[in-house]
């Protein structure tokens, strides 16, 4: 049985939950308290929970006695966990009230053709389930998942190496750290290559996050255990005061959420430069500001970050003269859970001086004349083909592309009709063939005036008519 299978018969389970009103998220949520404990076993790490708080405990019991033995195990775990599991398992409660219900899901979980799932990884295993989430419209999850193509493109690209302190600020289950951390393993035979001292580092302290929601958090958390990673992952929000401590990161790459701040919630950074109630705006401010001299970040942001006036070309001039924003890749729409949503990735590398660092930005417009995406015709590796080419070239200017094109600093650089500079990043589309050809648009000037010259032989032959119709009157 492939991974894929396993995630469908997981999947699946939930239908098992619907009469007890469970959303696709709380699902996901309550399959990880159960899910967890079978894949300690599996891993042999069942010594790591408190005694009476195993799978096998767990099996043995039916019934109502299994429903109340449940709700304690949780609370065990929340309280008198060790270390990662309590984080993991802090503040669980279960949403399910059928005991028939919960018996089935165990039973389910452990006819799983677990030899299968180990062979392929119960990482891999999870993160299946954690995607099939974010594929499921019901579960309005994928607005927060990035596409497993498009991170791998941004892990390539920017090419995390050991010894370096990597971070998402925005980190929800923990993708790009994941995608950085199996980088880093390909490069090094697994570890093997490394000192024990750097394998060390690279497990307990390379790969680091934040998030804000609590039970995204917890799944976060999972995920990274799973996967055999120990850096820290902070529960709360980076655009708190909180977040002012994250500092001197080789690498960060993140897809922040997207939105505006409202009034009433937590409080802002007292620390940026800029203020503005922009989400995107704040996190750009926190990510070039959080690199080391020579960290490099890959980040996805919507459109408006990339025109929006005011406080929006103050931060985007800041972050050329602090950083090399030499590459911006325009995104195709339909990627994201909301469809309507226009995105790109920004990458950039804090330069050795905080003023002058951005002397030409390379555009790459994967968004024109593009197929449509969706859950039916998802994104592909190979739908990243030509920007690649593109962006690891030695000479960037040899590569012919008609989507591919560099804008000096001076020509991004604008004075307004009030003297005021403007630095619009919305630049770099191509003619878009699947809308109009603009080429046959009609001069409007020649236009107006074959409107006019046709209405006033209107006007002039019902002027003949209304002669005829009066010379027949007075006949």
Request: aromatic share 10%; hydrophobic share 35%; with cysteine.
């Amino acid at each position: 049985m492939t991974t894929t299978e396993i995630v469908a018969k997981l999947w699946n389970l939930c239908n098992v939950l619907r009469d007890d009103g469970i959303t696709y998220q709380e699902y996901v949520t309550e399959l990880t308290y159960i899910l967890f404990l079978k894949m300690m076993k599996e891993t042999g790490r069942e010594g790591q929970l408190p005694g009476g708080c195993r799978w096998d405990d767990l099996r043995s019991k039916s019934g109502v006695e299994l429903k109340s033995y449940y709700k304690k195990l949780l609370d065990t775990l929340s309280e008198k966990g060790f270390g990662r599991i309590r984080e993991i398992y802090q503040g669980a409660s279960s949403n399910i009230d059928e005991p028939a219900n919960l018996e089935k899901i165990i039973k389910s979980i452990d006819g799983l053709d677990w030899y299968s799932a180990r062979e392929e990884g119960l990482g891999d295993l999870y993160e299946g389930l954690l995607e099939k989430n974010a594929n499921e419209k019901k579960s309005g999850a994928g607005q927060y998942f990035t596409p497993r193509v498009l991170i791998d493109v941004m892990v390539r690209l920017i090419k995390p190496q050991p010894g370096e302190l990597c971070n998402d600020p925005a980190c929800g289950t923990f993708g790009f750290m994941i995608a950085a951390d199996a980088y880093v393993k390909a490069q090094t035979d697994d570890y093997f290559d490394l000192s024990a001292d750097e394998e060390k580092f690279q497990r307990e302290e390379a790969f680091t996050g934040r998030e804000l929601v609590h039970d995204t958090h917890r799944l976060a958390l999972m995920n990274a255990m799973l996967h055999g990673i120990e850096g820290k992952i902070e529960l709360g929000d980076t655009l708190s005061p909180a977040g002012a401590c994250e500092r001197a990161y080789d690498v960060v790459l993140t897809n922040p959420p997207f939105g505006t701040k409202k009034g009433g919630e937590r409080a802002m950074r007292d620390d940026f430069t800029f203020t503005t109630s922009n989400k995107q705006l704040n996190f750009l401010q926190h990510i070039y500001r959080s690199l080391k001299r020579g960290g490099r970040a890959a980040v996805v942001l919507p459109d408006n970050v990339l025109f929006e006036s005011n406080v929006g070309d103050q931060i985007r001039c800041d972050l050329m003269d602090k950083c090399n924003l030499h590459t911006i890749l325009r995104l195709p729409t339909g990627i994201f859970y909301a469809n309507g949503v226009k995105t790109n990735v920004l990458f950039f590398e804090r330069g050795k001086a905080d003023k002058g660092s951005t002397t030409e930005v390379w555009v790459y417009d994967l968004r024109t004349n593009m197929r449509s995406f969706g859950k039916k015709n998802p994104l592909k590796h190979e739908d990243f083909a030509g920007f690649e080419v593109a962006y690891t070239a030695g000479n960037r200017r040899t590569v012919k592309d008609e989507r591919w094109r560099a804008f000096t600093r001076d020509e991004i650089r604008k004075i307004d009709a009030d003297g005021n500079e403007t630095n619009s990043l919305d630049i770099g589309l191509i003619r878009d063939d699947s809308i109009i050809d603009y080429d046959e648009l009609p001069d409007p000037v020649e236009s107006a005036e074959e409107a006019i010259g046709q209405l006033q032989h209107a006007m002039d032959l019902l002027a003949d008519v209304v002669a005829e119709l009066k010379s027949y009157e007075e006949a």
